[in-house]
């Protein structure tokens, strides 16, 4: 089938047959960084891309780049009227 699909973004188009008789293939190019995509009756319906690996998070990137204000977890005794807005309005 023809490749470099434009309107899908794949290097390969396959029927569903195809697909089914030559998966391992298939997915050995997807391992080398092909995108393929599935159709049935000439309908795209699957994507076979390679699997995004996520990161680790590393934590303390941003040690000593961030500080919080040492009152940040006191209360705030106005916040009710702050939020409740004029003396006029109720919630």
Same mark, same amino acid.
């Given at each position: 089938?023809?490749? +470099? *699909? @434009? !309107? =899908?973004?794949? !290097?390969?188009?396959?029927?569903? =047959?195809?697909? /089914?008789?030559? #998966?391992?293939?298939?997915?050995?190019?997807? $391992?080398?960084?092909? $995108?393929?995509?599935?159709?049935?009756?000439? /309908? %795209?319906? @699957?994507?076979?891309? %390679?699997?995004?690996? /996520?990161?680790?998070?590393?934590?303390?990137?941003? /040690?000593? +780049? *961030?500080? *919080? =204000? $040492?009152?940040?977890? &006191? %209360?705030? &005794?106005?916040?009710? &009227?702050?939020? +409740?807005?004029?003396?006029?309005?109720? #919630?």
């Amino acid at each position: 089938m023809a490749d +470099k *699909i @434009a !309107d =899908h973004g794949a !290097d390969s188009y396959v029927n569903i =047959h195809e697909a /089914k008789t030559q #998966l391992s293939q298939l997915v050995a190019r997807v $391992e080398l960084g092909d $995108e393929i995509v599935i159709a049935r009756g000439g /309908k %795209p319906v @699957a994507k076979l891309v %390679p699997f995004a690996q /996520k990161e680790e998070r590393k934590l303390g990137l941003m /040690k000593g +780049k *961030i500080t *919080i =204000h $040492e009152s940040f977890d &006191d %209360p705030i &005794d106005d916040l009710f &009227d702050v939020l +409740k807005g004029s003396d006029d309005e109720e #919630l």
